[in-house]
Nanobody, 122 residues
Framework: QVQPVEAGGGSVQAVGPLTLSCAGS????????MGWFRQVPGKGREGVAI???????YYDDSVKGRFTISRDDGKNTLYLQANSLKPEDSARYYC?????????????????WGQGTQVTVS
């Protein structure tokens, strides 16, 4: 299995919380970089939170202090804990993996993607 599989999306009232998970094979979770991106219709995928094995963590300014990314390599699972949700957080959320540990910031840096899970905040 090369493709990660997301779960946990749905409709949620503002504030939340909501936890997304991303499961994958051992091969995927040996990736140097893993991250969460989101996309709304008509726009490109934007990086929300990215974590590397060097425990370097990046958050987009729009989610800093509200979202937390974590990974459990023993369970081959990546998580995104979202608190204080806002309607503008509504999007399709994707899990992505980069085994090569390059730039690890833009969507084009990540070769492996899940199908995404929809999050709607009202």
């Amino acid at each position: 299995q090369v493709q990660p599989v997301e779960a946990g999306g749905g409709s949620v009232q503002a504030v939340g919380p909501l936890t997304l998970s991303c499961a994958g094979s051992v091969g995927i979770f040996s990736s140097v970089c893993m991250g969460w991106f989101r996309q709304v219709p008509g726009k490109g995928r934007e990086g929300v939170a990215i974590i590397s094995k060097g425990i370097d963590v990046y958050y987009d300014d729009s989610v800093k202090g509200r979202f937390t990314i974590s990974r459990d390599d023993g369970k081959n699972t990546l998580y995104l804990q979202a608190n204080s949700l806002k309607p503008e957080d509504s999007a399709r959320y994707y899990c992505a993996a980069d085994p090569f540990g390059g730039h690890c910031r833009d969507a084009t840096d990540f070769p492996y993607w899940g199908q995404g899970t929809q999050v709607t905040v009202s």
